[in-house]
């Protein structure tokens, strides 16, 4: 005759044996052939009063509906950080030279930069893609080739490529997240000058004023921000509306048009897009123009503290799911939301009502 367990012991076994009928009952389900409505209604069936885990189970069911899968470790994130050199930096509106840009690059090869660091905190890899740099370092082992020149030419006086070259920056970016592996993707970026290329693009397609997106950037002190101003208020008056192919050609960066590319080839193709600061949200909303369908993928990670994101993320109407006064960029934000995408999902793995004998919430008259 089996000896009674201890209560201790007792509650453990019972605990584990609730968590493995979960997840039968988990892997029984055709993720793939689900329904958002259906994901929304698991996750309302689970032992906790509806809504109270509060926007991790938006987060949950968004997740679960896109990737076709409620399992975290099915799940895999990568982090891709396209760079590129910005002409308009000619005008001194950063606080750094130009040739940081390639300098950062190698930093990123050699795993030296923050990205780096987080990345590697979450056993997420990283690659680095070279868009456009001006000043490319020495080494390029492992840096992806996706190069669409020297750097954009300044768009204070003209525009920063040509319509050819902005067609062929979305296409190759839709290509390269075609071969990404990773269920979710973070992008960042890096290049000098490219918040500047991020309030002019987000200018033309939101009608916002220069003056409520422009930034300190890379740390610029009140004189510098001003003069920055003034030159942004010059080239986006070369034009008036433009349409949003036409805005990029005239305003953005080749790392700004690849990234956007990119965002609607992998938000069309279930994978989750976890959209970084400022300038991955000026892509965002490119991309959203571009392909709106793929901004159902899309996971705004953190409000920067780069003065024209909050105002950008209102527009588009985005709420972020951190706010650290982070600046940095490179994804850092983005790789911290990984994650929280990771623990939305777990929650598919609770016990419903019925599993664990629990009496769910009379129904609401």
């Known amino acids: 005759m089996a ?17 493995c009928r979960s997840k039968v009952i988990l892997y029984s389900l055709n ?34 509906a896109i990737l076709g899968d409620m399992t975290p470790s099915n799940a895999s994130a990568s982090l891709t950080i396209f760079a590129a050199d910005h002409g308009i930096a000619a005008q001194r509106v950063s606080a750094f ?15 030296g930069a923050a990205a780096n660091v987080i990345a590697a905190q979450f056993d997420i890899p990283v690659t680095v893609v070279d868009c456009g740099i001006a000043h490319p370092p020495r080494r390029r082992d492992g840096l992806i080739d996706l190069s669409l020149g020297g750097g954009t030419a300044d768009s204070s006086t003209g525009p920063a490529m040509s ?16 071969g990404i592996e990773s ?24 009608g916002i004023s220069v003056a409520e997106l422009v930034g300190r950037g890379t740390g610029l002190d009140d004189t510098a921000l001003s003069h920055k101003q003034d030159v942004l208020e010059r080239a986006a ?27 609607v080839g992998a938000g069309t193709s279930n994978k989750l897009v976890v959209v970084d600061g400022f300038i991955a949200t000026a892509a965002a909303a490119l991309a ?45 934000g983005a790789l911290l939301a990984v994650p929280i995408i990771h623990a939305a999902l777990s929650l598919f793995g609770m016990a419903s009502f019925s599993q664990a004998g629990v009496s769910g919430a009379p129904p609401i008259s």
Not at 3 to 19: E, N, Q, Y
Request: with cysteine; aromatic share 4%.
């Open 31 to 64: 993720a793939h052939r689900m329904t958002r409505a259906d994901f929304q209604r698991l996750i309302d069936d689970k032992t906790k009063p509806i809504g109270s885990l509060g926007r991790l189970e938006n987060l949950a069911v968004q997740a679960a």
């Open 237 to 263: 008056a070369r034009t008036g509306a433009l349409a949003p192919i036409e805005a990029l050609a005239d305003l953005g960066g080749f790392e700004i048009g690849t990234m956007a590319g990119a965002m």
């Open 163 to 178: 319509p050819e070259t902005a067609r062929k920056a979305i296409a190759q970016g839709r290509h390269f997240a075609c």
């Open 97 to 111: 030279p130009q040739e940081v840009t390639g300098q950062m690059v190698a930093n990123f090869l050699a795993g």
């Open 288 to 332: 959203r123009a571009i392909e709106p369908d793929c901004e159902r993928a899309f996971v705004y990670a953190h409000r920067s503290a780069e003065h024209g994101h909050r105002t950008l993320l209102d527009w588009l109407e985005a709420e972020p799911l951190l706010d650290l006064d982070m600046r940095l960029g490179e994804g850092t």
């Open 3 to 19: 000896l009674p367990l201890p209560m201790d012991l007792h509650k453990r076994s019972m605990r584990m044996a609730l968590s």
């Open 183 to 206: 269920k979710i993707v973070c992008f960042g970026e890096m290049g000098i000058a490219n918040t500047s290329a991020a309030a002019l693009l987000a200018h033309k397609l939101s």
